[in-house]
């Protein structure tokens, strides 16, 4: 099945965070916060603003984003769990510092 978003939603998948500490300590599931962390895998073509003219979103597919704890609505695709937010619940893109360092 293909999901595509409408308007400014977004369609990402989270990104698992490692399960244990830095000093080596083993999360239980029942302990782990859910994922701030997500890729972005499909977008809508963007809101209207109150002249009728869509605003495109800001991310685009493959983008790595830091999204609210409770944001958006999950739903399940082909099996797979993933999380449908608006882009005013994304916080920001991660970008990372690889790409950085070829800009430079």
């Known amino acids: 099945m293909k999901f595509r978003p409408l308007h400014d939603r977004v369609l990402l998948r989270r990104i698992e965070q490692d399960e244990k500490t830095s000093g080596g300590i083993i999360i239980p599931d ?37 999204i609210s704890k409770w944001a958006g609505t999950e739903v399940t695709v082909d099996g797979e769990e993933l999380l449908v937010v608006k882009e005013s619940d994304i916080m920001g893109i991660i970008e990372s510092t690889a790409a950085k360092k070829k800009a430079a």
């Open 30 to 66: 029942s302990a782990k916060e859910k994922p701030m962390e997500a890729q972005v895998l499909a977008t809508g073509p963007g809101a209207f603003n109150e002249d009728g003219e869509r605003i495109p979103l800001d991310v685009k597919s493959g983008d790595r984003v830091l």
